[in-house]
Structures are given as structure tokens and as C-alpha cells.
């Protein structure tokens, strides 16, 4: 039988040379985890890329002190307790949004639902150019500014001002959508983004 290229029980660096190992290795097993608290192929296998894709960016610096099994399972644990949380502070938002916008207006002319706020959105986020784009995925999944600029590689200056301007564009085009609740919704792109 021929040794693996690493043994479980023994701390690692991730390598060029040993990435493809330790992918095979555990990929399936992350998967598996991540299906069980999502309930989604798509965003299981999604989340486990993440795992991986940070691990091959971040190979020079990785610090690991536990095996590789306790560390991917422990990256894998944060990106699941940072996809719940942005989706329980999406939730909240975009539930204080319809609830505000009902209560300022009483009847609202057209039903805004949170489906058309959210469509909205997501139709000016698609517009965006990718870097502004990607760096409104992080934030939303409540990176910080600092995280944001180390993983896309960017001045924290660069993400600051695409964010701002990503704000702008989306106040500017949601206006015209929604020009009697733009407070509200500004108030929550604010929450949200900010």
C-alpha cells in the first residue's frame, strides 16, 4: 500500500504539492457536512469550494495547529455560521423594510413585496463591474472592509470608494423603482452594507 502524501494525525502546510491530496481527500467528507446543515447541493458544494479556494489562495500564510481534517472542518464551520447570519440579517432587513414601508405609507399604491425589492437588487448588483460586485458579495456575507481588501487583493481605500459608489447606484436606480419608500430601503442598504 502506498503511503499518502500526508498523514491525518500530523500539523501541515498546504502546499502547490500537496493541495490535490488533500482536496480528494476531503472534499467529499466537507460536502457531506455542509448538505447536512443546508439541505442544498448547489450552495453545499458551493461552500466547500469556498473552503477550498481560500485554502489554495492563502497556502503561503496558512498557519495550521490542528490537523488538516480539524482545520477544514473548522473553516467549513464559519463559512456555514457566516451564511446563516447573513441570511438571518437579510431576513430582519428586508422584514423591517416591508414592515416600515407599511407602516409610514399604510396602503402602498403597488405591493411591494421583499421578491421585488430583492429582484431589484439583484438586477443592479448583475450591473455592477465585477470587482464592485464581488466586493458587495463579501460585504453582504459581513466581511469587513480589512477581510475584503486581503482576499481580493485590493487597497482598503479601493474598497471603501466601491462601496460607495456601489451604494450610490443602487439608491440611484432603486429611487426610481421605489421613490416613495427610498428612505426606508436606503436605511437597510445602509444596514446591510455598511
Not at 464551520?77 to 441570511?87: T, V, W
Not at 456575507?141 to 477581510?147: I, M, R, W
Amino acid at each position: 500500500m502506498v503511503n499518502p502524501p500526508f498523514q491525518e494525525d500530523k500539523k501541515l502546510q498546504i502546499s502547490e504539492e500537496n493541495y490535490t491530496s488533500i482536496f480528494n481527500a476531503h472534499w467529499k467528507k466537507l460536502y457531506i457536512i455542509a448538505y447536512r446543515r443546508l439541505q442544498d447541493v448547489a450552495l453545499a458544494k458551493d461552500m466547500v469550494q469556498e473552503v477550498f479556494v481560500y485554502c489554495w489562495q492563502q497556502r503561503a500564510t496558512i498557519q495550521i495547529n490542528t490537523s488538516i481534517d480539524t482545520y477544514l472542518r473548522t473553516a467549513l464551520q464559519y463559512q456555514l455560521i457566516a451564511h446563516f447570519r447573513k441570511m438571518d440579517i437579510q431576513d430582519r432587513a428586508f422584514s423591517y423594510l416591508y414592515q416600515r414601508m407599511v407602516e409610514v405609507h399604510g396602503q402602498m399604491p403597488d405591493l411591494l413585496t421583499q421578491h421585488d425589492l430583492q429582484a431589484a437588487l439583484n438586477r443592479e448588483l448583475h450591473q455592477m463591474p465585477d470587482t464592485m460586485r464581488e466586493i458587495f458579495k463579501l460585504r453582504i456575507q459581513d466581511y469587513s472592509v480589512d477581510e475584503i481588501a486581503n482576499s481580493l487583493n485590493l487597497a482598503e481605500k479601493t474598497v471603501r470608494n466601491n462601496i460607495s459608489k456601489g451604494l450610490h447606484q443602487l439608491r440611484k436606480a432603486l429611487a426610481k423603482d421605489f421613490p416613495e419608500d427610498l428612505s426606508a430601503i436606503c436605511l437597510v442598504l445602509y444596514i446591510l452594507l455598511t
